[in-house]
């Protein structure tokens, strides 16, 4: 049931906009990831997990400090060749999502987060 709802979040937020050249959806220590057809992935699959089981780790450190600021709700990072967005999901999981550099990240960010919500 949890594969098969990823897998539909994965899609959605892949056609949301075509900026979007990545999305995974990371939970219970499974990954499921689509890849935009046509695009060549920066990072290999090792590569991938690697850096979400980073992201799982800064994710919890933003846990900390909730009582004090409030709950995070994305996290964006821009790197030379992207923009990378985390976004909770599940218990302890993560959607990760990569972007164009020209594309407007705010505007995907917030269609994302629709998209969680209706799972929600």
Request: glycine share 6%; aromatic share 10%; with cysteine.
């Amino acid at each position: 049931m949890i594969n098969l709802e990823y897998e539909k979040i994965c899609d959605e937020i892949l056609e949301c906009d075509k900026k979007i050249r990545y999305v995974g959806v990371y939970d219970y220590g499974e990954l499921y990831d689509k890849m935009r057809p046509g695009l060549q992935s920066h990072l290999s699959r090792e590569e991938t997990e690697l850096s979400l089981s980073q992201a799982i780790y800064r994710w919890s450190t933003r846990k900390k400090i909730a009582k004090k600021i409030g709950e995070p709700i994305f996290a964006l990072a821009k790197y030379e060749k992207i923009y990378r967005i985390t976004v909770p999901i599940g218990g302890a999981g993560l959607i990760l999502i990569s972007a164009e550099l020209d594309s407007d990240v705010i505007e995907i960010v917030d269609k994302i987060l629709k998209i969680k919500n209706e799972y929600s």
